[in-house]
């Protein structure tokens, strides 16, 4: 995979994630996240196992405990960032703390950088850019949301961020397939144990039908079969910072969701200029994260 | 008889991939039956990704899964109308475009690595999707009349180029480069 197969996976990735408002719609909303993480990771992890068997056993013999340490410090990572994303919404209303996300962008070349590593200038270009963005589009929200909220937020985009680093450098060494299995397994079971906690009842509390049930297959096929996994090969290939500035193209997505979809399907909604304005300054960050700039051609020639 | 036998295998091989490219379908098209656009005629349709793969991967036994597939949908749903014989051509076609483009038309063989690649294929894709939507929407405006024909049109057309590009061409690619699944619409490729 090159890089611009890469990046067009990662647009991918952003635009499965972006479409999840649109199946959380059609799943009640009695229905606990956690719920729908066990229900959905679980039937995901099936498939993958499933259909990669031989693959994920090979994988297992080849690097063992190590890949099962390191996937579990990958869902640990994630659970976390999960849970404070779900807290620190509350906070904020649906399309300003989807803004609230791409703060990631901004945080993670700051951790690359405290782990001495470089980063270019066009990234730096991009990551300003998309900074403009959120912050254009937070507006006046921003100096009336609640400090806590933005902390939470805050908090839970480093976490997120360090989740992106490391998933990019264990990418580059395991086999993606099986990394993006034990990611679903260790996500299945560390949500189910939250979910028992907040709600003993479990799978019996569940208003089980068949549109809920087919939102959950939806789920498991796009969302968490096929973008984590296609999210795992793309970053073989993708540098970290790249990949979060491909990812904050997300709320550029769920805006255009909410404006050309039916109602049947989603609740409409119409974007305010600033939401417009910074959606445009996010998608012009990627644009140059994603563009290969060529410098001035240089004739070579050679003599004979 | 050595021959003979070679023959019955590779039949039976054919079959099997047959059948396993119908339960793909089936397996990914149906929860999506919950997301109708129009009651009965057509919904949100995502499964329209293995358009090209079944295409492109497959040949001519992954285009008849693709139009089986959508007629055992069909049946499935409780959505079998006489315009499900269209329906049924045009699922073949879909795929069977995409077949004809890399296998008789082109003359590089298939690969989305390049810019220039990605605009053939977006090309394709839309043809693909005009034959399909153009198949479909005079048989749907003759038997039901009270079928808002625009609508439909455009939510097959949309159907037949939104989901093979923006989620086709990265399963694509995934299967190209990481799976090393050799395109069987390649007159290329080594035998």
């Not at chain 1, 086999?175 to 079971?189: A, F, R």
């Not at chain 1, 079969?225 to 990949?243: D, E, H, P, R, Y």
């Not at chain 2, 198949?135 to 079928?147: F, K």
């Amino acid at each position: 995979m090159n890089r611009l197969q890469a990046n067009l996976c990662l647009i991918c990735v952003t635009l499965c994630w972006s479409t999840e408002v649109i199946i959380f719609s059609c799943i009640p909303d009695g229905i606990l996240p956690f719920a729908t993480t066990v229900i959905t990771s679980g039937i995901a992890c099936l498939i993958l196992l499933t259909c990669f068997f031989k693959r994920i056993r090979q994988e297992m013999a080849r690097s063992g405990k190590k890949l099962l340490l390191r996937c579990l410090i990958l869902g640990v990572i994630k659970t976390a960032y999960d849970i404070l994303f779900l807290y620190g919404l509350n906070y904020f209303d649906v399309s300003t703390g989807a803004f609230t996300f791409c703060i990631t962008v901004v945080v993670l070349p700051v951790i690359l950088l405290t782990m001495k590593r470089n980063v270019s200038k066009k990234t730096w270009a991009s990551v300003l850019l998309v900074l403009t963005g959120i912050v254009c589009a937070l507006g006046g929200t921003l100096v009336n949301a609640q400090f806590l909220g933005l902390l939470i937020m805050f908090v839970g985009c480093t976490v997120r961020a360090f989740f992106i680093v490391k998933l990019n450098e264990y990418a580059k060494e395991h086999d993606p397939m099986t990394l993006s299995t034990w990611i679903s397994i260790i996500g299945t079971v560390l949500a189910f144990a939250i979910w028992v906690v907040l709600q003993p009842s479990t799978f019996a509390s569940i208003p089980w039908s068949g549109t809920v049930i087919a939102s959950f297959f939806i789920y498991a096929y796009f969302i968490v079969a096929f973008a984590q996994t296609l999210n795992i090969f793309a970053q073989k290939s993708a540098t970290a910072t790249g990949a979060t500035i491909i990812y904050s193209l997300e709320i550029v997505f769920s805006l255009i969701w909410s404006y050309v979809l039916p109602e049947s399907l989603i609740d409409r909604m119409t974007p305010s200029p600033y939401h417009v304005v910074g959606a445009l300054f996010i998608v012009a960050g990627s644009l140059i994260e994603i563009l290969e700039f060529k410098s001035r051609r240089v004739r070579v020639e050679i003599k004979e | 008889m050595k021959s003979k036998n070679k023959r019955f295998h590779k039949g039976l091989r054919t079959a099997g991939l047959f059948f396993a490219l119908v339960f793909a379908y089936l397996v990914l098209a149906i929860p999506f039956r919950v997301m109708t656009v129009i009651p009965g005629f057509t919904e949100i349709r995502p499964v329209q990704l293995l358009k090209p793969v079944y295409g492109v991967f497959f040949g001519i036994p992954g285009c008849l899964a693709f139009a089986f597939g959508n007629l055992i949908g069909d049946l499935l749903g409780d959505s079998l109308r006489w315009s499900s014989i269209a329906g049924f051509a045009a699922n073949f076609a879909g795929p069977f475009v995409f077949w004809l483009f890399w296998s008789r038309l082109s003359k590089t063989p298939f690969s989305l690595r390049t810019g220039t690649d990605l605009l053939k294929h977006l090309v394709t894709t839309v043809v693909s999707a005009f034959t399909e939507s153009l198949l479909i929407t005079p048989v749907v405006m003759l038997v039901y009349a009270d079928v808002d024909a625009m609508l439909f049109a455009i939510t097959v057309f949309l159907n037949g180029t939104v989901f093979p590009l923006l989620l086709g061409i990265p399963l694509m690619i995934l299967m190209q480069e990481e799976f090393g699944f050799r395109p069987c619409a390649n007159r290329y490729a080594p035998l």
